[in-house]
């Protein structure tokens, strides 16, 4: 396994982070311990969760993916320090979370509690803002007009933030978390808080996890680039598009159990006429090579300049093995060339 640092914090992680949002749905307590064990040792030292997990997303389904890896940790105290933990506390708009407030100084603090309880841990190495109190061009928002950043207020935005990082601080002096990180944001986003961070003496963003793959490379190279010159850790999420870059969803089909057949807070957007013809020429590049097309997919999201560790997804052991196994041999120029040959055809397909 290769690590890379994990932005300013002094921390190194490997290139792959477990990450475990299916976790209380599609996957039982039993597959999540038999996928910590088989990732652990694989090398795999980076898990990501979220207090709003498992997906999609529900009041009854809230907190179980915590809950699951708190129940690892309870029958496996002396392992706690073999991984480094990273959870997110859920932005506004979901009702049975805080009342859908916004994140703020006072639900920080409120939400940390709760993550660590149901982690049944003492810290938190990396906690992360799910998604920015304003709306950001995420969840197929990125078409130009989509948002009004003219309505935004920055001052006030400014001015939340400032409140964020003094919870995060506390948080941070109190030994409850030892780093922040962000997620959908935007290099404005990203800026806007290490200037704050400076000015005020207060802590740094050290990460950001963005939606980022062969299908949505929207951050390349603009928030890639600010990310590397900030020492800001970029970490992919849905490197295989929610699963669509394996083919399985390939004209129309829609596998038992699978994550498009169950229903989705923002809808199929990914589902699209383009997004069909994308993952067909991907699958003949994937076989002309000898590889998976889930593989082709993840070892290019590894090989972009400036990604730090991208967030992998199973639900059965056999697909998680299949993903780590992509880690393990860079694909090719020949290889990467034809990725790219489709890449232009279909930059934004959805």
């Given at each position: 396994?290769?690590?890379?640092?994990?932005?300013?914090?002094?921390?190194?992680?490997?290139?792959?982070?477990?990450?475990t949002m299916t976790w209380g749905t599609q996957n039982s307590q039993?597959?999540?311990?038999?996928?910590?064990?088989?990732?652990?040792?694989?090398?795999?030292?980076?898990m990501d969760t979220a207090e709003m997990y498992s997906v999609p997303p529900t009041q009854e389904t809230y907190?179980?993916?915590?809950?699951?890896?708190?129940?690892?940790?309870?029958?496996?105290?002396?392992?706690?320090s073999e991984f480094i933990l990273a959870t997110k506390i859920a932005g506004p708009g979901l009702s049975y979370v805080r009342d859908g407030a916004l994140i703020s100084r006072k639900t920080i603090i409120e939400a940390v509690d709760a993550s660590l309880a149901r982690l049944k841990t003492d810290y938190i190495d990396l906690y992360q803002l799910h998604w920015p109190n304003r709306t950001s061009p995420h969840f197929a928002k990125h078409h130009p007009n989509m948002l009004k950043f003219n309505d935004v207020d920055a001052t006030q935005e400014s001015a939340g933030m400032l409140d964020i990082l003094r919870g995060l601080d506390e948080c941070i002096k109190a030994g409850k978390i030892r780093h922040f990180g962000l997620s959908d944001d935007t290099p404005w986003g990203i800026n806007e808080y290490i200037r704050l961070s400076e000015k005020h003496n207060l802590p740094k963003p050290i990460s950001i996890q963005n939606e980022f793959s062969l299908l949505h490379a929207k951050d390349w190279p603009y928030l890639i680039e600010n990310c590397v010159h900030q020492g800001v850790a970029y970490l992919p999420?849905?490197?295989?598009?929610?699963?669509?870059?394996?083919?399985?969803?390939?004209?129309?089909?829609?596998?038992?159990?699978?994550?498009?057949?169950?229903?989705?807070?923002?809808?199929?957007?990914?589902?699209?006429?383009?997004?069909?013809?994308?993952?067909?020429?991907?699958?003949?590049?994937?076989?002309k090579h000898a590889i998976s097309p889930a593989q082709l997919?993840?070892?290019?999201?590894?090989?972009?300049?400036?990604?730090?560790?991208?967030?992998?997804?199973?639900?059965?052991?056999?697909?998680?093995?299949?993903?780590?196994?992509?880690?393990?041999?860079?694909?090719?120029?020949?290889?990467?060339?034809?990725v790219m040959a489709v890449f232009k055809r279909y930059p934004m397909p959805f």
């Open positions: 396994m290769k690590f890379s640092p994990l932005g300013t914090s002094g921390l190194s992680v490997s290139r792959v982070c477990l990450g039993a597959d999540a311990d038999e996928q910590i064990e088989y990732a652990l040792s694989e090398g795999i030292n980076f907190g179980k993916t915590e809950t699951i890896i708190g129940n690892w940790i309870e029958r496996n105290p002396g392992r706690r999420w849905s490197p295989l598009a929610t699963g669509a870059l394996t083919g399985k969803y390939l004209d129309g089909a829609r596998p038992e159990g699978s994550r498009w057949g169950l229903v989705q807070r923002h809808g199929l957007f990914r589902d699209t006429e383009l997004v069909n013809q994308a993952v067909s020429d991907y699958m003949d590049v994937a076989k997919a993840l070892a290019w999201c590894d090989q972009v300049d400036g990604v730090t560790s991208t967030i992998i997804g199973a639900t059965s052991l056999s697909q998680l093995k299949e993903n780590i196994d992509a880690f393990k041999t860079p694909l090719s120029e020949e290889a990467l060339a034809d």
